[in-house]
């Protein structure tokens, strides 16, 4: 065992814990007595040293049997046991798992053997990366760190306690990914290596899921875990839709910074920036979704004409791919079909403020977002999109680009930066015009919400006579 002085200020920052969770001190006092040991263990500890906010603890008791173990917590509420077989004790309406050591064999449904007396060494070897492999003493508020997890933290290294038993696990290459991507660490060779080979072909996509949603939603560059599954020889694997813009040639007097895989990874950073103010987490996962996917047509399209490389049409090309690159992700249909519709008008902001396009073509774009999305949301992709076109670093650009902001500017004025115009006219005021409901009623609807776009009407009486005659002189 390594036990080490807790590290400057690290007492300071428990109190903070202890002030959040005041029970926690008589449980440690009451293990103590008792002959246990209460570790602070996981992901708690990394992110405590990190001065990064922390929401649930996880706390492994070693030196008291597990009957002991469920007493002392009784005495603190009603103690539930989640999964006997892995010993995670609960106490209602306190966010701590109390564990006991415990090792696991390999495959999906691996024996655990649950043992209190098990060395810290060996029980932190099941862990994945050294960073999560240390622990705090409670009691002597000292760091137990077995395989020198601070010094890779401080070092900004991702290792693992044990390779063998890292392999066990195949979630933990997508564990690496993510952790690239948030704390922008490096991956040591040895383990780079591993995750060159391990199988992962049986990892659910619920549980991938999560790990991509950990990566977009924590993460300063996102790119850094994409570009890592890329260097190590498995993109093609995980996402074949994007392994395909690699090496896709671009305009270079547009595209100064190279091909379109480089130009989706800033464009992917750029959109985790701006999504920095959103509240809504679905909604920032959205656009990141919509930027990591947003020129995935060019693969299809791109040709060179005219003396220069086009890719005509990659918008509505990357509508498809969109599609079948989330769903290797996720199977949230209103995810997957918002990040497709981004997709698809991605292009639509700068073509609208260089031609300077009419009121209606705002109102209509905004219609055909609707409800999924709106203007403000389409511009922040195509702010993305636009700073992705770094020439001198692989970070995006941070200014915002002139048409984009023309675009949001036009929208604002027009009324529809956030909503549509909402039609003048229902299915009920067609009845009442004598027709028999039917699907017929839905094209009405549509061809008079056309009228009243482009001809601004605003008086409904004045539309249901324009789709009168209108109705006299087609139908």
């Known amino acids: 065992m390594k036990s ?53 603890l996880d706390c492994e008791v070693y030196g008291i049997k597990p009957e002991m173990v469920q007493h002392i ?17 609960k106490i209602d309406r306190l966010a701590i798992d109390w564990s006991l050591p415990r090792s696991d064999s ?56 044990d390779l063998h038993k890292f392999v066990e696990d195949p979630l933990r290459l997508y564990r690496v990914m993510q952790f690239i991507g948030r704390f922008e660490d490096t991956v040591d060779p040895a383990l780079h290596n591993v995750c060159k080979t ?35 020889g498995r993109l093609q694997e995980i996402l074949p839709d994007l392994y395909g813009t690699i090496g896709i040639p671009q305009r270079p007097d547009f595209h100064p910074e190279g091909d379109v895989f480089e130009h989706t990874m800033q464009a992917l950073d750029a959109a985790a920036y701006i999504a920095q103010s959103y509240e809504n987490q679905k909604k920032k996962l959205i656009l990141l979704y919509a930027a990591l996917c947003h020129d995935l047509g060019k693969q299809d399209v791109t040709v060179w004409k005219d003396d220069r490389w086009r890719s005509t049409g990659h918008a509505q090309a990357g509508i498809a791919r969109t599609k079948s690159l989330l769903k290797c992700i996720t199977n949230k249909k209103s995810i997957i079909d918002t990040a497709a519709l981004l997709v698809e008008y991605h292009m639509e902001p700068g073509i609208y403020a260089k031609e300077n ?110 789709m009168l005659k209108d109705i006299k002189n087609n139908y």
């Open 198 to 232: 391990m199988d992962i072909s049986h990892v659910s996509r619920e549980r991938i899921e999560q790990e991509f949603e950990k990566l977009l939603l924590k993460s300063r560059r996102p790119s850094l875990g994409i570009r890592w599954l890329a260097k190590l």
């Open 357 to 466: 396009a009419g009121i209606a073509a705002y109102k209509k774009l905004a219609y055909k977002l609707s409800p999924k999305a709106n203007s403000r949301f389409l511009a922040d992709l195509a702010s993305a999109d636009r700073r992705g076109r770094n020439a001198e670093s692989h970070e995006p650009l941070t200014i915002d680009d002139e048409h984009v902001l023309q675009f949001i500017q036009k929208a604002k004025e027009v009324g529809v930066l956030y909503e549509p115009e909402p039609p003048l006219l229902s299915a009920q005021d067609f009845i009442d015009l004598g027709m028999q409901p039917g699907p017929h009623i839905g094209k009405l609807l549509d061809r008079a919400y056309e009228l009243q776009l482009r001809h601004s009407i605003q008086d409904k009486e004045v539309l249901k006579e324009w």
């Open 73 to 89: 917590l009784s005495q603190c509420g009603n103690v539930r046991l989640v999964g006997s077989s892995f010993g995670v004790y």
């Open 106 to 161: 390999a495959g999906r449904k691996p024996t655990v053997h649950i043992d209190p007396y098990m060395s810290y060494k060996d029980a932190f070897a099941r862990r994945d990366l050294t960073i999560n492999a240390m622990g705090i003493d409670l009691h002597s508020k000292k760091l137990i760190d077995p395989y020198n997890g601070y010094s890779d933290l401080q070092n900004k290294i991702l290792r693992a306690p």
């Open 4 to 56: 080490t002085a807790a590290p400057i200020l690290l007492e300071q920052l428990l109190q903070n814990i202890y002030h959040q969770y005041p029970i926690l001190v008589s449980i440690v006092t009451h293990m103590h007595e008792h002959g246990g040991t209460v570790l602070l263990v996981g992901g708690a500890v990394r992110d405590l040293l990190l001065h990064a906010s922390i929401h649930d």
